[in-house]
Structure formats: structure tokens, C-alpha cells
């Protein structure tokens, strides 16, 4: 059995934390969509959110669709590569729905602010859910509307967030130790 605990410099959130924040973003959701007339559509951004959306969807007390688009400007590495945003879900009703990406993390804040650009483009009334925000790292003017916790400029890992892919299914967050990394980069 593999001890995934010593890769880690310290463990950030762990199940309760994540369960509470989570619970707490969920009570705002629900609380800020109750009264809404358009019909909900969640879109969790791959493959990082996904742990963080079915914990806070399962939540939701709304109906809803779920979409899925795909994002990715970290290759193998633990600093901010090329940005590639699949495209968006084929949909005709973008300019009559309430939109939700859920993310796992906001950094330089690249990847959402031209994610909600693109869907802005094209009608959508358009929030964000971020698990976490490392506001110290930000390069654009971005603010997403649902945020679980601010964390300092750290690499972490777990519910869903990756490095070289893995780590990704660890039920806590995690700061993964520099000597990981280092160690493998060449
Ligand atoms: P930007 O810079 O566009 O990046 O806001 C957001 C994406 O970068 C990834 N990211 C991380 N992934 N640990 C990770 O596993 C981290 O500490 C981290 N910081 C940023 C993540 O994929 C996010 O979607
Ligand atoms: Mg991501």
C-alpha cells in the first residue's frame, strides 16, 4: 500500500474541512438560485473539478443539466503551460440559462477568465464555483463569484487536482512536498 501521506508537506483541507466548505458553498447556491426562472446548467471544468462538482451538486437542491468542458494549461509540471479550452458544449439556449463552472482552483486566473469570455459571447448569464483561490498568483483581473477557501502560493494536490496526473483521487487537499516535484524534473 502506497503511503500517499508522505509526499505531502501538510494536508490543507481535510474530509471534514472539505465536507463544511462545501456544504457552506452549496447553502449559497441554493440560497442564490432558488428564485431563478432559467434553468440551471453546471458545468464542471476537466478533468480537475470533478471530485469538488459532485460533492457540491450532489448538494444542490435545484434542477439542473450538467455539461462538461475540458481545460488544461498545466502540463506535468507544476507551472502554468500553454492554456487549451475544449470547446464548448453544442447547445441553442445559451442566451436563456443560468450557467455554473465549477472549477477546482483559480490561479493566474487565465483558464476561467477566458472560459466565462466565451460564454458571455454567446448569452449566458455565467458564474463561477472555485474549491480554492490562490489570489497572490493572479495575472488578470478575475474574482469568481463562489470561492471554498483562499490558500497561499502553494502546489497543492488531491480531490481532483493533479500533478503529473496523479494525486488525483486522494480524498484530501494536500501540499505536495517540493522534493516531488524537484526531484522529477528531469
Ligand atoms: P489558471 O492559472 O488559468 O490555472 O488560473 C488554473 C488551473 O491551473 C491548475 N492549477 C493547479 N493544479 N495544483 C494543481 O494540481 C495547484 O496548486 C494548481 N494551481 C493551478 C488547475 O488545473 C487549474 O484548473
Ligand atoms: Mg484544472
Same mark, same amino acid.
Given at each position: 500500500?502506497?503511503?500517499?501521506?508522505?509526499?505531502?508537506?501538510?494536508?490543507?483541507?481535510?474530509?471534514?474541512?472539505?465536507?463544511?466548505?462545501?456544504?457552506? *458553498?452549496?447553502? %449559497?447556491?441554493?440560497?442564490?438560485?432558488?428564485?431563478?426562472?432559467?434553468?440551471?446548467?453546471?458545468?464542471?471544468?476537466?478533468?480537475?473539478?470533478?471530485?469538488?462538482? /459532485?460533492? *457540491?451538486?450532489?448538494?444542490?437542491?435545484?434542477? &439542473?443539466?450538467?455539461?462538461?468542458?475540458?481545460?488544461?494549461?498545466?502540463?506535468?509540471? /507544476?507551472?502554468?503551460?500553454? &492554456?487549451?479550452?475544449?470547446?464548448?458544449?453544442?447547445?441553442?439556449?445559451?442566451?436563456?440559462?443560468?450557467?455554473?463552472?465549477?472549477?477546482?482552483?483559480?490561479?493566474?486566473?487565465? /483558464?476561467?477568465?477566458?472560459?466565462?469570455?466565451?460564454?458571455?459571447? &454567446?448569452?449566458?448569464?455565467? %458564474?463561477?464555483?472555485?474549491?480554492?483561490?490562490?489570489?497572490?498568483?493572479?495575472?488578470?483581473?478575475?474574482?469568481?463569484?463562489?470561492?471554498?477557501?483562499?490558500?497561499?502560493?502553494?502546489?497543492?494536490?488531491?480531490?481532483?487536482?493533479?500533478?503529473?496526473?496523479?494525486? %488525483?483521487? *486522494?480524498?484530501?487537499?494536500?501540499?505536495?512536498? %517540493?522534493?516531488?516535484?524537484?526531484?522529477?524534473?528531469?
Amino acid at each position: 500500500m502506497y503511503d500517499f501521506t508522505q509526499d505531502m508537506e501538510s494536508i490543507l483541507l481535510d474530509e471534514e474541512a472539505l465536507h463544511s466548505v462545501i456544504s457552506e *458553498l452549496a447553502a %449559497r447556491i441554493n440560497h442564490d438560485y432558488g428564485d431563478s426562472q432559467k434553468p440551471l446548467v453546471a458545468i464542471p471544468v476537466l478533468k480537475g473539478a470533478v471530485f469538488f462538482a /459532485t460533492a *457540491l451538486l450532489e448538494k444542490l437542491t435545484l434542477p &439542473l443539466e450538467i455539461e462538461f468542458v475540458s481545460a488544461s494549461s498545466y502540463r506535468a509540471a /507544476t507551472e502554468s503551460g500553454e &492554456l487549451t479550452i475544449s470547446a464548448l458544449p453544442q447547445r441553442n439556449d445559451w442566451d436563456k440559462i443560468d450557467v455554473l463552472v465549477i472549477e477546482d482552483i483559480v490561479d493566474t486566473g487565465n /483558464t476561467l477568465s477566458a472560459m466565462v469570455a466565451q460564454l458571455k459571447k &454567446l448569452g449566458a448569464n455565467v %458564474r463561477v464555483a472555485a474549491l480554492l483561490d490562490k489570489p497572490s498568483r493572479r495575472k488578470v483581473d478575475f474574482h469568481a463569484d463562489y470561492i471554498g477557501r483562499e490558500i497561499p502560493n502553494a502546489f497543492v494536490v488531491g480531490f481532483g487536482l493533479d500533478y503529473a496526473e496523479k494525486y %488525483r483521487n *486522494l480524498p484530501y487537499v494536500g501540499i505536495l512536498r %517540493r522534493e516531488v516535484y524537484e526531484s522529477s524534473k528531469d
